[in-house]
């Protein structure tokens, strides 16, 4: 990885005029933003459908692309929506916030219509669209028909045993009888993809690749899980046995309970891995870098017996490995990958991160305790890692700030030599552009200078989460020249 940066830019958070971020002209603006400020990457969180909680780490499934991304006013230039039509919607009133209940209960329908139109005219190109993803579509069109027709709830909780474990005649009666619906999903499903490469083919044009999450599990209410449940540790009635999370720590004295199913690692290697290849394969349609989110997990991982409140009496199970690590590198060895490798680090897994040559990360935020010595420090950096001031779990700088010791923002303040006149958001940027890190990488709340208030996520609560929003207008020439001074001087052009 050439030395460089980018932003840190969720899809959701960038302006529309209809309740969340699209892939439409506020993210060709974003482009040309990054391109201005000689930004090499945008860093999103994961573009897939999301469900309960709005969590784009808790997706219907590993492929599929967010219908809240699909940008309406391309709709109407492709003839298959009206303005009028549009406007006859509450899209939510509040620009600085995502409001999902308002946006579910009005995109599915504008939709409807676009589909009414154009499920015809581009049949041809829907045909082909849904041969050449039928590994993935198939399944995830009928699932989210199946939750449709169940009244949304997930497929544990479907009252026909023979669909909820997915039996062969099960699914072909439920394909014929939710026939329409499902093509109604992999007409979204075109839509999403097509726009995305839109605007893909756009940022490479202009220089600037995307980074992408890959959340380590998958969610139970997913078509992942529902059609190829061998892969995962679950009864013979396809309830899970244990679940995902982290144990307790400094932050949190129940540990945190995702509930996520866990693999059955054996049942993967006996496979060769092939579900790990088809989900890579998936994401680098998508990403040109991919971030694996929870690392650690391939080295040994938090198992939390099923129906358990919290994750205290969970136990360490070891993962993967090298061996899964060995199988990606080589199988996409033309893709560059970086390590989350946060959280609870034993030198096992600093190990394994080093042993697969992949970057791992370093968070200012967590760099300055006035009382020791963290890894995280600057001049600890190596020039194999990506320095982050913060992540999507993290507060923005502002809001950091309030939470520090005296001690602490004296010592990150005599450390960094912040000053009245640069600021601490510019401060950080500076030293994390400063460092040896092959790649810096900044949240746009920080950019833009904002208060905790403007936080992504807080993990461990519910809420609150995912809703943050830039106004319009944030982004100015003024803006870019400033970032494109500091990333000039730091020679990450």
């Given at each position: 990885m050439d030395r460089s940066s980018g932003i840190l830019m969720p899809m959701s958070a960038l302006p529309s005029n209809y309740g969340i971020g699209t892939m439409?002209?506020?993210?060709?603006?974003?482009?040309?933003?990054?391109?201005?400020?000689?930004?090499?990457?945008?860093?999103?969180?994961?573009?897939?459908?999301?469900?309960?909680?709005?969590?784009?780490?808790?997706?219907?499934?590993?492929?599929?692309?967010?219908?809240?991304?699909?940008?309406?006013?391309?709709?109407?230039?492709?003839?298959l929506l009206k303005s009028s039509e549009l406007k006859r919607f509450d899209w939510g009133g509040d620009p600085a916030h995502v409001e999902y209940g308002r946006i579910y209960d009005s995109r599915f329908k504008v939709l409807r219509l676009a589909y009414s139109r154009g499920a015809s005219v581009l049949a041809a190109e829907l045909d082909r669209f849904r041969r050449d993803n039928a590994s993935w579509l198939e399944n995830y069109a009928l699932y989210m028909s199946l939750k449709a027709h169940f009244g949304m709830s997930g497929w544990t909780e479907w009252p026909e045993e023979d669909i909820r474990l997915h039996k062969h005649e099960a699914v072909e009666k439920?394909?014929?009888?939710?026939?329409?619906?499902?093509?109604?999903?992999?007409?979204?499903?075109?839509?999403?993809?097509?726009?995305?490469?839109?605007?893909?083919?756009?940022?490479?044009?202009?220089?600037?690749?995307?980074i992408g999450d890959i959340p380590i599990y998958v969610a139970l209410d997913s078509a992942d899980v529902w059609s190829e449940p061998h892969f995962f540790q679950l009864d013979e009635n396809n309830v899970p046995l244990e679940v995902a999370g982290?144990?307790?720590?400094?932050?949190?004295?129940?540990?945190?309970?995702?509930?996520?199913?866990?693999?059955?690692?054996?049942?993967?290697?006996?496979?060769?891995?092939?579900?790990w290849i088809r989900r890579i394969e998936g994401a680098r349609k998508l990403y040109d870098v991919i971030r694996i989110d929870h690392f650690r997990g391939f080295e040994s991982y938090w198992a939390v017996p099923y129906g358990e409140e919290t994750a205290k009496n969970?136990?360490?199970?070891?993962?993967?490995?090298?061996?899964?690590?060995?199988?990606?590198?080589?199988?996409?060895?033309?893709?560059s990958f970086i390590a989350e490798d946060l959280g609870y680090v034993t030198p096992e897994v600093r190990k394994l991160l080093s042993d697969s040559g992949l970057p791992g990360m370093r968070i200012?935020?967590?760099?300055?305790?006035?009382?020791?010595?963290?890894?995280?420090?600057p001049?600890?950096?190596?020039?194999?890692?990506?320095?982050?001031?913060?992540?999507?779990?993290?507060?923005?700088?502002?809001?950091w700030l309030s939470t520090m010791s005296g001690d602490d923002r004296k010592f990150a303040e005599r450390y960094m030599h912040i000053t009245p006149d640069e600021g601490w958001c510019w401060g950080m940027i500076r030293t994390g552009m400063s460092t040896v890190s092959d790649l810096f990488v900044m949240q746009m709340q920080d950019l833009l200078e904002l208060p905790g208030s403007c936080r992504v996520n807080t993990p461990g609560t519910t809420g609150s989460n995912w809703q943050w929003r830039m106004l319009p207008g944030a982004l100015d020439k003024k803006l870019s020249k400033r970032l494109r001074v500091y990333t000039e001087t730091f020679r990450r052009i």
């Amino acid at each position: 990885m050439d030395r460089s940066s980018g932003i840190l830019m969720p899809m959701s958070a960038l302006p529309s005029n209809y309740g969340i971020g699209t892939m439409g002209k506020c993210a060709y603006k974003f482009v040309d933003f990054l391109k201005a400020a000689g930004q090499k990457y945008w860093q999103l969180l994961p573009l897939g459908p999301t469900s309960y909680g709005d969590s784009p780490y808790s997706s219907f499934s590993t492929f599929a692309g967010n219908p809240y991304f699909i940008d309406l006013d391309m709709l109407v230039k492709d003839g298959l929506l009206k303005s009028s039509e549009l406007k006859r919607f509450d899209w939510g009133g509040d620009p600085a916030h995502v409001e999902y209940g308002r946006i579910y209960d009005s995109r599915f329908k504008v939709l409807r219509l676009a589909y009414s139109r154009g499920a015809s005219v581009l049949a041809a190109e829907l045909d082909r669209f849904r041969r050449d993803n039928a590994s993935w579509l198939e399944n995830y069109a009928l699932y989210m028909s199946l939750k449709a027709h169940f009244g949304m709830s997930g497929w544990t909780e479907w009252p026909e045993e023979d669909i909820r474990l997915h039996k062969h005649e099960a699914v072909e009666k439920y394909t014929a009888l939710l026939s329409e619906d499902i093509s109604f999903h992999v007409f979204i499903q075109y839509l999403f993809y097509r726009q995305w490469n839109a605007l893909r083919d756009y940022a490479h044009e202009n220089g600037v690749n995307f980074i992408g999450d890959i959340p380590i599990y998958v969610a139970l209410d997913s078509a992942d899980v529902w059609s190829e449940p061998h892969f995962f540790q679950l009864d013979e009635n396809n309830v899970p046995l244990e679940v995902a999370g982290v144990p307790p720590d400094a932050f949190t004295d129940e540990g945190q309970l995702w509930g996520n199913p866990l693999y059955d690692w054996d049942a993967m290697r006996a496979d060769g891995y092939g579900w790990w290849i088809r989900r890579i394969e998936g994401a680098r349609k998508l990403y040109d870098v991919i971030r694996i989110d929870h690392f650690r997990g391939f080295e040994s991982y938090w198992a939390v017996p099923y129906g358990e409140e919290t994750a205290k009496n969970g136990h360490w199970k070891p993962g993967p490995g090298m061996g899964l690590v060995s199988v990606l590198m080589s199988w996409f060895h033309d893709l560059s990958f970086i390590a989350e490798d946060l959280g609870y680090v034993t030198p096992e897994v600093r190990k394994l991160l080093s042993d697969s040559g992949l970057p791992g990360m370093r968070i200012l935020q967590f760099a300055f305790d006035a009382h020791g010595e963290s890894d995280y420090l600057p001049h600890r950096c190596c020039s194999n890692s990506v320095c982050y001031i913060g992540t999507h779990d993290n507060d923005t700088v502002m809001g950091w700030l309030s939470t520090m010791s005296g001690d602490d923002r004296k010592f990150a303040e005599r450390y960094m030599h912040i000053t009245p006149d640069e600021g601490w958001c510019w401060g950080m940027i500076r030293t994390g552009m400063s460092t040896v890190s092959d790649l810096f990488v900044m949240q746009m709340q920080d950019l833009l200078e904002l208060p905790g208030s403007c936080r992504v996520n807080t993990p461990g609560t519910t809420g609150s989460n995912w809703q943050w929003r830039m106004l319009p207008g944030a982004l100015d020439k003024k803006l870019s020249k400033r970032l494109r001074v500091y990333t000039e001087t730091f020679r990450r052009i």
